[in-house]
């Protein structure tokens, strides 16, 4: 049974840190693209960052470049977002995400989705 479980979100003040979590378990990754996606109320899905299980290239949405990282741990079968510099604009369900084979931005070609964890960036 495939599972994408999402942790670390939570509370914080502009300009803090946060560290997400996303444990995958019955599959195989080694073929996979790992993504974070988020969305906010009232607004669509959103692509944020994405990393090749294999190669560990990545790519990110140009607002989050410089402040979010994406990393994963083969060992842990876990994938990582690292948020600094966080912005009220941050504040979203972020969703961890997989696809077979290619890289994609589009919510629709991913197969395996979280339940989300809740990122409020607030003072």
């Known amino acids: 049974q495939v599972q994408l479980v999402e942790s670390g979100g939570g509370l914080v003040q502009p300009g803090g840190s946060l560290r997400l979590s996303c444990a995958a378990s019955?599959?195989?990754?080694?073929?996979?693209?790992m993504s974070w996606f988020r969305q906010a109320p009232g607004k669509e899905r959103e692509f944020v960052a994405v990393?090749?299980?294999?190669?560990?290239?990545?790519l990110y949405l140009e607002s989050v470049k410089g402040r979010f990282t994406i990393s994963r741990d083969n060992a842990k079968n876990t994938v990582y977002l690292k948020m600094n510099s966080l912005k009220p604009e941050d504040t979203a369900v972020y969703y961890c995400?997989?696809?077979?084979?290619?890289?994609?931005?589009?919510?629709?070609?991913?197969?395996?989705w979280g339940r989300g964890t809740q990122v409020t960036v607030s003072s």
């Open positions: 995400a997989a696809r077979p084979l290619r890289t994609s931005m589009k919510p629709y070609e991913y197969d395996y």
């Open positions: 019955g599959f195989t990754l080694s073929s996979y693209y």
């Open positions: 990393i090749s299980w294999s190669y560990g290239s990545t």
